[in-house]
């Protein structure tokens, strides 16, 4: 049995893909152990909730000093043990004493095909505005290991996605969750629960 940790910002969406593939029984020996927000209002609270997973906020706003919340936000990791961290339109920089004790143990959803617009500032709808002002033909999204460094670590999958003419940021934005980054994460945990890409 797999245990995941998913942690989450926003709307769930890729959250949302995991749970289904659990509940239909296509994620392999799996476990979603628990979900963390940093944001109290974040709807992926409520898809967790509602699939009966247990979902805890961790919040820089309600610590005094970041060290307090890379305390708190290690521990509420710690207290399920988990085997897998998946970062799911997770928007808060993993602290580096997290890096270290869960090396090799953390992915990453980023929606465009890394080493192309990435890195610090590159997130959500940036990406794609990045992406259409470059004029790309293919953009898509990739799974990675987290490092130290920002969408640095090793690729696990990448899916490529066509722009299309006329494409708005948000219209893109959505092709690429629809047709990459809710197949690709899925598959990414289900190729490391199968034993097919090796963690730690
Ligand atoms: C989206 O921009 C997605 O491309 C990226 O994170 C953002 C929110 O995703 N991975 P989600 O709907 O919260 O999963």
Known sequence: ???????????G??????????????????????VISNNANAYALTRAAEAGVS????????YATR?????????AID?????????????????EEVIIKYRNRIINIH???????????????????????????VTGATVHFVDEGTDTGPIILQKAVYVKEGDTPKDLQLRVMEEAEWEILPKAI????????KLG
């Open 13 to 34: 969406t890729n959250l949302q893909a995991i749970l289904d593939k659990a509940k239909a029984k296509e994620l392999g020996d799996v476990e979603i152990v628990r």
């Open 1 to 11: 049995m797999l245990k995941v940790l998913v942690c989450v910002s926003g709307g």
């Open 55 to 62: 979902g805890v906020c961790v919040s820089p706003k309600d």
């Open 190 to 197: 289900r190729m490391i629960a199968d034993g097919e890409v």
């Open 79 to 95: 207290e399920v043990s988990p085997d897998l961290v998946v970062l799911a339109g997770f928007l808060v920089v993993i602290p």
């Open 67 to 75: 060290d307090e919340f890379h305390k708190a936000f290690l521990q």
């Open 111 to 137: 929606p465009s095909l890394i080493p192309s617009f990435c890195g610090t500032g590159y997130y959500g709808l940036k990406v794609h505005e990045a992406a259409l002002e470059r004029g790309v033909k």
